[in-house]
């Protein structure tokens, strides 16, 4: 996985170099004292972004570039500070910590936008080991950055429910944040809420084998073996 920071990078005339005031992003002075969280999204879109012909064009073919263009600017994923591209088999962080972005209501203010760029409904849409190294990254360069990152927090927490109920839902959400919760020593809230945002369902918690729910026996006969310890035959 490539680790990229295009916030320290970007070249001059890339809209992330133009944050302003406005309806995604503000180049607020907050402070990195306050950024204490990160939330988790997901883009929604299977395969990930895509770079138009035209857009790839103006880069002379060069499609990591153009796509990296079209994360600062594409409507939906602008907002994040940061993306886990597996069509780049990238982490990407776009935006400052300082930067107050508009990625997930309630929680904008104290955290960062993390997002997985794909579908992530099934664990074969989901490149683990990216998403989990990408979200690592994040919050290291946001450590180094100053901020004191304590909690991963899901968009549900925040958004409206008819909308944003899934986001990221229980793939990302048991295959990613969970461990990397444990890894980085970071904390879960699960029954916290802000706004019209939802708990973290148990239906998305990791389930360790041994918790495992075990299929009940269909029949009359199987749930009396059961019940006595044995297998039918
Ligand atoms: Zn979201």
Redesign the pocket.
Known sequence: MREIETYKTAPTGWPIARVKEGAWAQKQPRSVAVVTGV?M??TGVRGGFGVSPKLLARFNGDRSAARLYRYSTGWGVRAYHAIASPAEQASIIKLEAEVLSH??HGLNRFTLGW?YDGLARALDDLDVPLARASLAHTIRDALEQGCPIRKIYA?RQS?EPRK?AG??GPIIWSRVAEPVARELDLEIDYEWTTGPGLPIPASWRERPPELAVKPEPASPVGRLLAILGKRPS
């Open positions: 939330t999204h997901v990625h997930g997002a968009h958004g944003r986001d990221p």
